[in-house]
């Protein structure tokens, strides 16, 4: 059974400073998965992670994959305060073919000045 | 519509009472989903539906949770006599995927309350 979690749960950064997310799964993941949740919003699909060593950036955040470690990460640079909002990664257990999701817990951020 | 549609958005149940929650899928997809979220957790999954065909229902927690989609497109999400764990919000999400790679889509999801 596919367990992903995350670190830190909680981060509270100030603008400008650059961070890290962390989300170790504990078995094979067909894809790894990046998602922004602002409160009371439904989750917003950030990067799909398709293969060991993939990177994808965009804007302020980069998403990088190594499947031998079974760890992504989701880099900030130079926060601003529209980043502010709950982050989850989330694999897809391998063997299921239609895209079921394993979550990890979220990993709430707040860029504050 | 051009995304998941929920309703309702929000919902108050006095506990022992049903409810029914309703899912638009984006128009043409084959694959929906429904995933638990409870306050402060990362969504969990409940069941899936290929078109009509209900393929996995291992999340759901109890048999008081029941889930249909008759003609393949609007799917139901149904709890009979709700208790206050389950109290959560139930989002929906579909995806145009059979066995390719594509995404899923989320709905804002119905805030479920039971009091």
């Known amino acids: 059974e596919l367990k992903v979690e995350q670190n830190p749960l909680f981060l509270s950064m100030q603008e400008g400073k650059n961070y890290t997310i962390y989300c170790n799964y504990s078995?094979?993941?067909?894809?790894l998965y990046w998602y922004r949740q602002d409160p009371g919003k439904s989750l917003e699909s950030l990067f799909v992670?398709?293969?060991?060593?993939a990177v994808k950036q965009e804007g302020r955040l980069m998403a990088s994959l190594d499947t031998k470690a079974r760890l992504s990460t989701l880099h900030i640079t130079a926060a601003v305060h529209d980043l502010s909002a709950t982050y989850f990664c989330?694999?897809?257990?391998?063997?299921?073919?239609?895209?079921?999701?394993?979550f990890g817990q979220g990993t709430i951020l707040t860029v504050h000045p | 519509g051009a995304g998941v549609s929920q309703s309702p958005r929000y919902k108050v149940a006095k506990r022992g009472q049903d409810v029914a929650l309703r899912c638009d899928p984006i128009?043409?997809?084959?694959?929906l989903f429904w995933y638990q979220q409870a306050l402060g957790q990362g969504p969990e999954f409940l069941t899936y539906?290929?078109?009509?065909?209900?393929?996995?229902k291992s999340g759901l927690p109890s048999d008081r949770f029941f889930a249909e989609r008759p003609e393949g497109s609007v799917s139901t999400l149904k709890i009979q006599r709700t208790q206050k764990e389950d109290s959560a919000v139930y989002l929906c999400?579909?995806?145009?995927?059979?066995?390719?790679?594509?995404?899923?889509?989320f709905g804002q999801g119905t805030r479920l309350t039971v009091v």
């Open positions: 999400a579909s995806s145009s995927r059979r066995w390719a790679n594509t995404e899923a889509f």
């Open positions: 078995t094979t993941s067909d894809r």
């Open positions: 992670l398709l293969s060991n060593g």
């Open positions: 989330a694999g897809e257990a391998g063997g299921t073919s239609y895209g079921k999701l394993t």
């Open positions: 128009s043409g997809h084959v694959s």
């Open positions: 539906f290929q078109n009509e065909a209900q393929l996995d």
